[in-house]
């Protein structure tokens, strides 16, 4: 394993590849996770309401991603409109109105594309520069360490009273002083996003498999994506207190970051397709777990499952991308991350049509889950048999 050293511009690049992350998915992303349960008790919302605003989200993620390669200038320029469209988006989620909160759910969403794909392009390319690739595991973490910080405020809001508005306003805050680290990193590198490709573009062809690998991607964002939203709410529909309820999402992100980095190592003795099978089925015990059984520990098991390895396939699966496309690495980390939207947006929407079922509606959840973890165990197994074949030739 290469030793682990960081020099004084690694480390600068390093921390503000991982603080923009921690910003734009711990906060723009997922900070709603853990807000949800907060107001769904002040009454500005309820669980089904919720569904609908958590697909917004993941919808706009969807059009980010999608357009995120097409865009004009360079990628630390976008890293830098996006972070501030989620602290703008974030401080507007303190208005009230649900009809207002659907297109800033959008909003961020796509800011969130944003920054992810350009975030994966500037701070990934100068690493990759500079001989550094094994430090993108630390960048990557900066998604689980958002989500956790940020779990950890609204748990801590919730136990001394703090209402979900003044948390929005609080969260926008410190968006803004996130920024300032980012931008004075990113904005000197300049480094272009690449252009999708088009018909005319002279492209190697693409390795077999990689059309797969992209669907396997699109049923993790699935799978995933329902625990992640309403882990809290389940939670609290068993136990009141929020010191308890409220620990799942913590759980979930700093699992994700602590992941993030063994996989960082792992991935230079084991085949990065076959950790991202291996984590493909822990996700999708993790996401059958609540579903079969009701109880405390089932949640915090599946905050650890799904928590621990949803940024593992998120990374594995971008360094396998890059590698299989290294002619155009922008274009196709975008298009891997809107087949991830596509599949959050199938997750929350599905659910929310369940619960306008009055035959489904008491078990949408539980039906929803289980539909995503089987979704995950076929796409392993598919994973598994396709680092078969590949030792195999």
Known sequence: MARLTFTRSTTSLTLTGLLSLAVAMGIGRFAFTPQLPLMVQEGLLDVAQG???????????LVGALTASRLRGGASVLAMISLAGVALTAAAMALPGAMLWMPLRFLAGVCSAWAFVAT???CLGALARANRQDLSAWVYSGVGFGMAIVGLYCLAAAI????????????????TTAFVPVFLVARSLGIELQKAPSKLDQNPPLPAGTVGLVVSYAIMGFGYILPATYLPVLARSVVENPAVFGLAWPIFGATAALSTLVAGALMQRISRLRVWAGCQALMGLGTLLPSLWRHEASFMLSAIFVGGTFMVITLAGVQEIRARVPSNPG??????????ALGQIAGPVSTALLFSLPGLADQALSIGLQLAAFSLFGSAAWLWSATCRATAL
């Open 51 to 61: 569904g609908w605003l958590a697909a917004a989200n993941y919808v706009g993620y």
């Open 120 to 122: 994966s392009v500037w």
């Open 160 to 175: 001394t009273g703090v209402r979900s508005q003044q948390v929005w306003v609080h969260l926008a805050l410190l968006t």
């Open 331 to 340: 274009a196709w980390v975008g298009y891997l991350t809107a087949a991830f």
